[in-house]
């Protein structure tokens, strides 16, 4: 159907001559001589307002109704109201798909918790268009930044038979229905579809480093998935995951490149989503541009995971879960780190070895990691770093202390024998990003169709 996207006509590229345009009834309102609706197409937060002169066409009520989708006819002008807008004449108006007298849009604001009952029609409002351009934009900007600097964008497999982050927390794979044949989980997996145990992937850091000892530096963005039980505004079950991996890379280097990247990220939505921003500031997040500009203006705080726990002792702050050293941060804890303690982003390095994973790098204190993890004001962790363990009977040592069956892992380790190189690598939670620069405090938000546990629609 020939028509013209209702942000061209907003953008002023069509005034005065006629266009056909298409959409969904956002509001309506009637008078005695005239009739105003509100149509929306997607292309644009901000919607394009239809003038409906009752002597041009007089059987209205089935325009009126929210929801309906139209294509209208009609000459584009100057707004009277609003200076720097446009709207259209009509003069021929088509009902497209009439709209239910149930459709359930029909106030202005409604609860976000209420909204996510209903996900096919949750998009249809300001903050999920406004929530999926700045997805969409971010997601675009991600590829630009690793593509003009030559990484290589890797697929790495979904299905996988390796537990990257070694937490025993990935959804199986399997043909198998239920059934009690089989007396031992190892019959049962042999005679599985692969012959083995398989689960859906983590992460796709294994692999990518597979891909960054030949290609040098890669990066892989695509989902990753995760069975924590962790029932909280900032855990999906299924997560889009951008993993950088760079070879020669050491610690220092992947904590500039990443720092690189989240201001890459937030410089173009500023840039290329002012008007989202706007409305995020005033509904979601008072003061957001002005902290998006303070962080791309700024060098983010770096600082040791030992230093962060006695600064966190010190503050004489109650939290629910103890602090002392050795222990794993809880959110309540990296949000009172960024917020209070740095007032900024900030990379918390050196972690416990106990508390990370087997392929971090082991610092020579025999105590910790070479690991960073990034904290946001606001969200809490961002992304997951480490530079890797390279040495092939250190990296061995950290399997066996985890139990882990390093036949697994045969490939992997392999790459430690023949022509080992210190390489570094980060997973950004695409979703977290989201949350950080749009100031929507739950993750079920930023994703067209959250996968927690319990929920699944
Ligand atoms: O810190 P994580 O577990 O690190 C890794 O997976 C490494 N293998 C990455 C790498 O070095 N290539 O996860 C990285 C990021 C987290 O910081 C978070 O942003 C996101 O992935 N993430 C989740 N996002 C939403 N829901 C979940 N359940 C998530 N788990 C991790």
Known sequence: MKHIDIYEILDGKYTEQKVTVCGWVRTS????????????????????????????????????????SLKVEGTVVKSVVAQDSFEVNAENIE????????????????????????PALRVRTNTFNAVFRVRSVVSACIHEFFQKRRYTYIHTPLITASDCEGAGEMFRVTTHGFNTEFKTEEEYNAAD??????????????????????????????????????????????????????????LPDIIEIAQDLIKHIINTVLNECAQELKFFDAHFEKGLIEKLKSVVS???????????????????????????????????HERYISEV?????????????????????????????????????????????????????????????????????NDYIALRRFGSVPHSGFGLGLERMIMYVTGVQNIRDVILYPRTVGTIS
């Open 341 to 409: 303690i740095c007032k900024r982003p900030v990379f918390l390095t050196d972690y416990p070895k106990e508390i990370k994973s087997f392929y971090m790098k082991q610092n020579t204190d025999g105590k910790t990691v070479a690991a960073t993890d990034l904290l946001v004001p606001g969200v809490g962790e961002i992304i997951g770093c480490s530079e890797r363990e390279a040495d092939l009977d250190k990296l061995l040592e950290a399997m066996k202390v985890r139990g882990m069956n390093i036949d697994d892992y």
């Open 29 to 68: 309102r009637d008078s005695k001589n005239m009739a105003f609706l509100e149509l929306n197409d997607g292309t644009s937060l901000k919607h394009l307002q239809i003038v409906i002169d009752k002597a041009v066409l007089s059987e209205i009520s089935e325009f009126m109704k929210l929801g309906t």
């Open 298 to 332: 700024n060098n983010f705080a770096v600082m040791t995971y030992t230093e962060a726990i006695e600064k966190l002792l010190e503050s004489g702050e109650k939290f629910q879960y103890p602090v002392e050293w050795g222990c794993d941060l809880m959110t309540e």
């Open 95 to 118: 009902v497209l798909g009439k709209c239910d007298a149930e459709y359930p849009l029909q106030k202005k604001r409604h609860t976000l918790e209420y909204l996510r009952t209903m």
């Open 193 to 250: 579809f692969f012959g083995k145990k398989a689960a859906l992937s983590v992460s796709g850091q294994l692999e990518g480093e597979v891909a960054a000892m030949a290609l040098g530096k890669i990066y892989t963005f695509g989902p990753s998935f995760r069975a924590e039980k962790s029932n909280t505004p900032r855990h999906v079950a299924e997560f889009w995951h951008v993993e950088p991996e760079v070879a020669f890379a050491e």
